[in-house]
């Protein structure tokens, strides 16, 4: 069975939702700022996943839209990308992250990990260069 995670880049105002990873001793985002994400329960579609990750990572709702792309993981996940939309930008850290931000679609580039950014699909390090 492919094993498979979705990445939701979350808008709101012209910025984007980032999040810092809570410390694990083997995890390679631990304490890592990275765009967030959740893996699919038995079951579970993409966009519920999301759905769900994203009131128990951040605390907040999304409206899912489209898909921005996909890649595999180095563990062999499959990962998934969608762009959504948020009605509000309170937010707060819960599960498995230590910190959230808001931060410009240009500033993610900077923020996030260099490990996870080379994992990326080219149209998703796309997206936040436009």
């Known amino acids: 069975m492919v094993r ?7 808008n709101y105002n012209g910025k ?4 810092k990873k809570k410390q694990y001793s083997n ?23 999301l759905v769900r990750g994203m ?4 605390g907040i709702s999304v409206r899912v839209g489209k898909c921005l792309g996909e890649h595999e993981t180095t563990t062999h996940k499959l990962v998934k990308w969608y762009e959504c939309f948020s009605d509000t930008d309170d937010v707060h850290a819960g599960s498995d992250l230590q910190e959230v931000r808001w931060v410009s679609k240009e500033e ?18 796309g997206y936040f260069k436009n």
């Open 4 to 10: 498979k995670a979705v990445v939701g880049v979350v």
């Open 16 to 19: 984007v939702l980032v999040g």
């Open 27 to 49: 995890h390679f985002l631990s304490e890592k700022w990275h765009v967030p994400g959740e893996t699919l329960e038995e079951g579970e579609s993409f966009e519920e996943a």
């Open 55 to 58: 009131l128990e990572g951040v």
């Open 108 to 125: 993610v580039l900077d923020i996030c990990s260099e490990r996870a950014i080379g994992l990326w699909a080219s149209e998703i390090v």
